[in-house]
């Protein structure tokens, strides 16, 4: 017997249609069976569909939100090789918790994930262990170093979603090239991290007045546009599918505009750090706010907003980066970068919410809708036959974030102790509840 799901009482956040209003939503069989663009008195509802209460869960969500689930694209979980960090289990159960119901995986593993054996043993752990959808992406090329390309058509066939080196830059230009290539012939998504190698090597903070008066080794904003310029060439030459990992700063901007005009199969993402931290941030030296690349200008970060309200800038992920303490625990130059943000995605992007920066329907396409079409999947979206993959929030519900309640085993967290809003209150995944406040 099927068990349905009926949410009454719920804000309705659509990022298709772009809109929110108050109805009812239905799921079954793991779909979205029906949304009612109003408040149904469920007792109506059961004899309407002939159903008993045994055969039904009622959600009463008194008002609040229920959106996509979100699908993030970039998660780093250390397994094979760095466990100790992060396992499928507790990367699964803090995406959960943050109302991912979707991390598509990045391959910067140790091994890398360059051949179909491991992507095979990944999908294994993550289908045990994780409570949530995993896609697997793979490396562009073996070992991620840059000289000679992975076998895309096999690891496509082992259920690679996507190829990238991800921070790790393939400075032969003819390597990229010919990887970019192959990429197209075989209809596969290449996920690239815009920068110019040389000048951003070993840098810690952005170029400017500000890091220079910490003694900071820096980067130029320029090397994104490098990065990107080169890269849209080769997109050019090759015709490729693409997507920008993260732009941050308001010099790329330009070029990414002039290269969707111009009609490439160009997308671009930003993380969620960007958009809510900015260089001042690495005053104190404190080393969860190292992250690659750098964190940027406010004049950078308030472009990135903007380019996110606009469309240009298509998605957000969390870059979610675990680092052990002792990685951490270093002069900040010498610290591993990154940091943990599969269960502060949500508050976080609230802030551009409740900023004004974003609307709620907005925030979604960027974080469910964009990310789940740039995959081909059919998730990020209420409508009728979809995944019911979807998230329970109140927008409002303020806290401070303790980062040692995180279900990560790293928490290198740069919102430790600080003030958020919104708070996830369930998860579904083709409507079977994986989390639940």
Do not use: W
Not at 248 to 273: E, F, M, Q, V, Y
Not at 418 to 428: S, W
């Amino acid at each position: 017997m099927t068990m349905t799901t009926i949410f009454t009482n719920a804000r309705l956040i659509d990022p298709d249609a772009g809109s929110e209003s108050y109805g009812t939503l239905v799921a079954s069989d793991g779909l979205i069976n029906e949304i009612l663009p109003q408040v149904i008195e469920i007792a109506d509802l059961f004899r309407a569909r002939n159903v008993t209460a045994d055969q039904v869960e009622v959600v009463d969500c008194h008002g609040k939100c229920l959106a996509p689930g979100i699908v993030d694209i970039g998660v780093k979980v250390c397994e094979p090789g760095e466990r100790h960090k992060e396992s499928f289990r507790s990367a699964g159960l803090a995406a959960a918790a943050g109302g991912v119901t979707t991390m598509v995986t990045r391959p910067d593993t140790l091994p890398a994930i360059d051949t179909p054996e491991a992507l095979e043993f990944v999908a294994r752990r993550a289908n045990a262990a994780a409570p949530v959808n995993v896609l697997p992406m793979a490396a562009l090329t073996k070992g991620r170093e840059g000289r000679e390309m992975t076998e895309i058509g096999f690891l496509m066939d082992a259920g690679a979603v996507a190829f990238t080196d991800c921070d790790h830059v393939i400075a032969n230009t003819k390597v990229f090239s010919r990887a970019l290539t192959y990429a197209r012939a075989l209809g596969a998504l290449v996920i690239a991290h815009p920068q110019e190698p040389g000048l951003s090597a070993g840098a810690a903070a952005t170029s400017g007045k500000f890091a220079a008066l910490r003694g900071l080794p820096t980067v130029s904003p320029m090397a994104e546009r490098m990065g990107l310029d080169r890269d849209i060439a080769l997109l050019e030459m090759t015709g490729a599918a693409y997507h920008a990992d993260q732009i941050t700063t308001a010099r790329a901007l330009p070029a990414l505009k002039r290269a969707k005009k111009n009609g490439l199969d160009i997308t671009a993402g930003t993380s969620i750090h960007h958009l809510t931290l900015n260089e001042l941030d690495v005053a104190d030296y404190r080393t969860f706010f190292k992250i690659k690349p750098p964190l940027r200008s406010e004049d950078d970060r308030l472009a990135t907003v903007e380019a996110v309200r606009s469309g240009l800038i298509d998605i957000i992920s969390s870059m979610h980066t675990p680092q052990d303490e002792e990685s951490k625990r270093l002069p900040f130059e010498e610290a591993a970068s990154g940091a943990v943000a599969l269960e502060t995605f949500l508050p976080a992007a609230m802030r551009l919410v409740h900023a004004g920066h974003l609307t709620l329907p907005e925030l979604f396409r960027a974080i469910a809708l964009n990310p789940a079409k740039r995959l081909g999947l059919n998730s990020g979206r209420l409508t009728t036959g979809a995944p019911a993959d979807l998230v329970l929030f109140d927008p409002d519900a303020p806290f401070v974030l303790d980062r040692a309640t995180l279900h990560s085993k790293s928490k290198n967290t740069p919102f430790d102790g600080q003030r958020m809003e919104g708070k996830v209150l369930a998860t579904y995944v083709a409507g079977t509840p994986v989390y639940r406040r």
